[in-house]
């Protein structure tokens, strides 16, 4: 079997959904998904292309390290072209299971578990009040859902205090939060907790937006709460910072999502910065480097939850290598008020059941892309397959 054509289309979702489409001429596809690459990653992928016309797909590591090296000096450590090889990867890895009739996680070496645990990404407003906030989690809850994420960090909001009215506007280049801002980052956590009740975890991100002493500040004053995690606190270049916060913080902390590979992951884990590691796997280098990743971090009894924007076909990918990870934890699901969840793939139901995926015995990912569907919320200005 060899690869005679590799393709793309892209739609819109969390941002640009890049598809990417390996043909071979033995009539097995593999479709894989990547995010956050944009514009660049098709152009890259289109460029790699001709490259792997005539190779064996079934030799995923290697091709996918060899471009990785040969383009080194592209940018072979991280962004773009590692997102573009990404969405190769997983498309190979589909194809792959189709041709030898077998799930992606046998391929990987078997599962730990047989249902990956989901929790919900909510749209929580930093003005909200606890009605609102409890409308909000309420919705998360009756889907069947027993964990959730909110976002703390405060871009602008109006709050009252007496017969004052105080608007912060957050400075987007400074990282030093104020007392007002400090006290409702607190003052969220605490409406969510109360809200969810107990017996559901609650996670909370602050996306990188806070300096060390911020965020220190906000990590022990969330201390009584039990959080599932405390999620990219400061930004993700200094690591030495990061493992200061966690040396105050009495809740996990997690990041990992803006680093690609395992290298770009190393520091962190071997500095034990962090207590859960979250890469991206449809965004940082795809199944294999996940699993990798996920095997470094369980040396220093790290967690391994994956953030995860992607649609169900990437979802589920994703919840291969989470299958076969003994140190998983939970998995992102950031589409609760999105279109064409469920619409999009063939089988037309929702793969997350009561707050899990139950993986099935379906070979490759186990869902395909509906693509009548799909080309309805085609990114302009792209080519579709074959375009």
Not at 21 to 44: R, S
Not at 107 to 123: N, P, Q, S, T
Request: proline content about 4%; some cysteine.
């Amino acid at each position: 079997m060899k690869i005679t054509a590799i393709k793309t289309a892209a739609t819109r979702g969390h941002g640009m959904h890049l598809w990417v489409k390996v043909e071979t001429d033995a009539g097995v596809t593999g479709l894989g998904e990547c995010v956050h690459g944009g514009m660049q990653a098709i152009a890259i992928i289109e460029f790699l292309a001709p490259k792997l016309v005539g190779r064996d797909p079934f030799a995923i590591d290697a091709i996918f390290e060899e471009m990785r090296r040969s383009h080194v000096f592209d940018g072979g450590a991280g962004g773009a072209l590692i997102t573009a090889l990404t969405g190769i990867e997983l498309a190979l890895w589909d194809l792959k299971g189709k041709a030898l009739n077998t799930p992606v996680y046998e391929l990987m070496g078997g599962k730990f578990r047989d249902k990956i645990w989901v929790y919900a990404d909510c749209e929580i407003d930093p003005g909200m009040d606890f009605d609102q906030i409890k409308q909000v989690v309420d919705e998360v809850l009756e889907r069947g859902f027993t964990a959730l994420k909110v976002d703390i960090d405060i871009g602008a909001y109006s709050t009252r205090r007496g017969n004052q009215t105080f608007t912060v506007v957050k400075d987007r280049f400074n990282y030093h939060a104020g007392q007002i801002e400090h006290d409702r980052m607190v003052e969220l956590v605490d409406m969510v907790t109360r809200a969810a009740g107990k017996g559901v975890a609650v996670a909370v991100d602050i996306h990188t937006r806070l300096d060390t002493p911020s965020a220190i500040r906000v990590a022990q004053d969330l201390a009584p709460y039990h959080l599932l995690w405390i999620e990219e606190p400061v930004p993700p270049e200094n690591i030495d910072a990061m493992r200061e916060v966690k040396r105050h913080s009495k809740n996990p902390i997690c990041a990992g999502e803006n680093l690609y590979l395992r290298h770009g992951l190393r520091e962190l884990i071997e500095k034990q910065a962090v207590d859960i590691i979250m890469p991206d796997l449809p965004k940082c280098g795809g199944l294999s480097e996940g699993r990798k990743s996920a095997n470094m971090a369980e040396l220093y009894y790290m967690g391994f939850a994956p953030h995860n924007v992607s649609s169900p076909i990437g979802t589920l990918a994703s919840a291969h290598v989470c299958a076969t990870a003994p140190n998983f934890v939970v998995l992102e699901f950031h589409w609760l008020h999105r279109d064409y969840w469920t619409t999009i793939i063939k089988e037309k139901t929702d793969i997350i059941k009561d707050g899990y995926i139950e993986l099935s015995d379906r070979p490759g990912i186990g869902v395909e892309l509906d693509e009548e569907v799909a080309r309805q919320y085609q990114w302009p200005g792209t080519k579709w397959f074959a375009d």
